[in-house]
């Protein structure tokens, strides 16, 4: 028999590229969102249930029956929240195995001051995820991923409309296809539970001043680039690199080829 899988966040970035991996090895796909969606939106095999992991509504629901959880819905603030939430209704649900996908640097970015929560709450809201997981008693696996060259293009993009790139002083950046990471991911989940495993990075480590230039000179733009150093000691941890994981550069595509794919398909677009 196929396994359920509840896939969160299976419309964002990550989760659409985990869902068709999970629908080729043949799970039954229940994909969760805050939005309703039209059944006939999803392919063969794949069932939109609408709910909200911020509140809990709708979380009971999704995961009943689930054998498998994936979760990959996260934003910029609440992500603890958003997973006791769902560890809440998955134990009183059974105990499915619970996939999470975390941040490389959650664990070794100390968030003390309000200037640190500012800038990098996210970054301990995924440990206290984390942690929620951990201890939730279900079978699960956490990965740690490296930023996304789909995310890395954003942030490029929204600061190439400013006359001045600010770029955070001493910030380093690993990027990864997220279609790599969601390939990995994938195969964690049909795998069986295995606690925290190793932390995976792109392929190559950017100064963030020179991943800019990259950009700008891929869309043929010219803009000073402004190095802007940050203070609180979760950034001092950043400039120490807390966010890089050099001994797993496992990521095959670079951004230089990540950047080329995306300004040819620019540029083929009608
Ligand atoms: N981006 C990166 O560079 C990076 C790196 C490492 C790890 N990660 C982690 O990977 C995960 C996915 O990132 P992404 O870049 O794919 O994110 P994304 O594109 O912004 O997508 C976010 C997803 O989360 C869902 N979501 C948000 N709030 C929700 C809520 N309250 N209840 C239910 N679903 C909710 C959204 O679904 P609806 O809008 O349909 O509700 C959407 O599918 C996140 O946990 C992130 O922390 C990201």
New binding site residues.
Partial sequence: MSSVVLL????????RLVAPRLRSAGAELRV????AHDPAEGAEGVEYVT?????GEGTAEAVAGADIIVH????AK??DV?ARHLVDAATAAGRPHLVF????GADRTPVVSRLDRAMFG?VAA?RAAERVVEESGLPWTTL?????H???LTTARAMARMPVLPAPAGFRIQPIA?AE?AERLAELALAGPAGLVAEMGGPRTYEMRDLLRGYLRATGRRRPILPTRLPGRAAAAFRAGANLAPEHAVGRLTWEDFLAERTAEQTAKP
């Fill in positions: 969160t966040g299976g419309t964002g970035t990550l989760g969760l969102s805050r939005h709910g909200d992991l911020g509140t990959c819905a996260g934003t609440g992500d958003k996908i975390s941040v490389v996210y995924k740690r991923a490296t930023q996304f789909e995310l890395t997220a990471v």
